[in-house]
């Protein structure tokens, strides 16, 4: 077990809360450890209630939490994002080291999410215990993703009785470089070879760093805290040539946004290190890139590509949008580019940056303009009103005004033990695509507790095939089987994993209609909607 002298829990203090050294430090009285988690997501926010692991063992939830896809789609990132950010009644554990175990698990899955801030937030409300070898490596891993080298060499450098251990070693050889001291980084590293220790990348990225190798490692191995920071020092050391554009998805986020933000590289680069790591920018950074990407302005609304969109593109369109005082204008430019984010999988971090100019284009303009791009950011903002409010202002011939009835039912709870409705009942009877829908709607409604009649029972049997991913059988189990005990955080975790990195458009409707009872089932009703209110919007198959 890792023993730290007294300055260095100073600094570990200062690491986690963020308070500077010669800030004054307030002490106040902990509370029992096992009490209360600390969070950041209120109920009202889209996060869980305080009984969110009520009756889940500590190793049920570790084992949950190491199992997070990074890499899942929007609708599972909401998901995964409602269960570690929200505060409530810790798992059970069966002793300290699984409750450390288990803060680990969640702390880790905020850091590698993205979620910094909120990382902050938590720790400064949250009794650890710093002499913990579990908190000393959050401290650090922290330290290292925020890119505050010098607090994390400070932590490294008081670790006492495991200093021999690999991963301190590797630190001290990397804090070693980072203080002009190559000969010992370069010692310090050839033991640990010499010593049999396995981690090429961190020998690739060291000798990188050094100048002893020219070859950087494949962006995929680099996975840990460690690598991440080492390769982003690499990127701002060397004149570094980065790869094809289409090479940059498979970089870890926190290194694609440091590339986004040297501006040697290449516009297309850059955005494509954007686009991967946006979630470790914050909205100011977004902007300024963004804005970055273009010296001169929009001459015109139609030069815009209708698909993909280069840098320019984008910051042409940004940049004409903050300007532009034309009400049409802004509401064409705002639809542009939230119709290219939605292409890109960054929706929410590219809607948070126009929020305000969005909120001033009235609602017959969103109507007229695009109803859809615009509904689909009022159910992102859970904002039945808009979404009620681009209904009225929609022709009664425009097909897309049924699918934002069903959005908006969806959205606030309108099917909960209600029927199906007269739209759904008679296209079932329909054929073709038409039906196809009507076939989907209805798991859907069902899903979210619409009750079925006689009339859809029997239409329903009919249907033998149905378009569309299949979830896992076992699964669609465990979900079920969590969502019966009410246990909120698992139900919603195994209901991320099963949408894994696809949308819920591609799932089958009873794979989805199961997700979502299963959700429905543990008062994850805001969930369960805003899911649905999705899928209603597209019109057809």
Known sequence: MAVLKSASLTVLA??????????????????????YDAGVLAPLDGGLGPDLWQGISAQRAIHLLENIDN???????????????????PPHAQDGLEREHYIAARLTAILTTG??????????????????????????????????????????????TERKAPYWAKLRSYCHYMRGEIPAAELTADLLQRAGHEDETFFALLGYLTGSRVKF????????????????QAIKAKNFKAPNPDYIKTYPAPLAAALTQDETQSPAVRLAALIRGINFLGGNNINLIISQFADTPLESIANLPKK???????????????????????????????????RQGIFEPISNLITTQVSQIPLDLQAKTNPKVFARLAIHNRDIATLGGIYLEMTDDNPLKT?????????????????????????????????ERAVRDAYLA????????????????????????????????????????RAQAETALRAAHILGKMPTKTLRPDT??????????????????????????????
């Not at 039912?409 to 296209?427: K, N, P, Q, S, V």
């Not at 569309?468 to 969502?483: Q, T």
């Open 403 to 435: 699918r934002i009835a069903l959005a908006s039912d969806a959205l606030g709870g309108g099917f909960m033990l209600g029927d199906l409705g007269i739209d759904i009942e008679t296209r079932l009877r329909s054929d073709g695509t038409k039906k």
């Open 71 to 89: 890499k899942a789609s929007p609708s599972a990132k909401d998901m995964i994002r409602a269960v570690i950010l929200s505060g409530g009644v």
């Open 308 to 342: 993909n969109w280069k840098a320019i593109d984008w910051g042409q369109a940004l940049n004409a949008l903050r300007q532009s005082t034309d009400m049409n204008e802004q509401a064409n430019l705002a639809a542009a580019v939230l119709a290219q984010a939605e």
């Open 14 to 35: 200062l690491v986690l809360t963020g308070i500077t050294a010669n800030a004054q430090i307030q002490q106040d009285t902990l509370q029992p450890a096992n009490t």
């Open 115 to 160: 979620n910094t801030e909120a990382f902050q937030q938590i720790t400064e409300r949250s009794s650890l215990d710093m002499n913990s070898p579990v908190t000393v490596k959050l401290g650090v891993e922290h330290a290292l993703l925020k890119g505050d080298i010098q607090n994390a060499c400070l932590i490294t450098d008081n670790v006492t």
């Open 512 to 541: 989805l209609s199961a997700i979502l009872s299963a959700l429905n089932h543990v008062s994850l009703g805001q969930i369960s909607g805003q899911l649905a209110a999705y899928d209603f919007l597209e019109i057809s198959r």
């Open 217 to 232: 490692p494949k962006a995929n191995t680099i996975n840990t805290a460690l690598h991440i920071s080492m390769a982003q």
């Open 446 to 485: 069902y899903g979210l507790g619409a009750k079925l009649s006689d009339t859809a029972i029997d239409i329903l049997q009919t249907v033998k095939k149905m378009k569309g991913e299949a979830g896992n059988p076992g699964a669609l189990l465990a979900l079920s089987d969590a969502a019966k005990r």
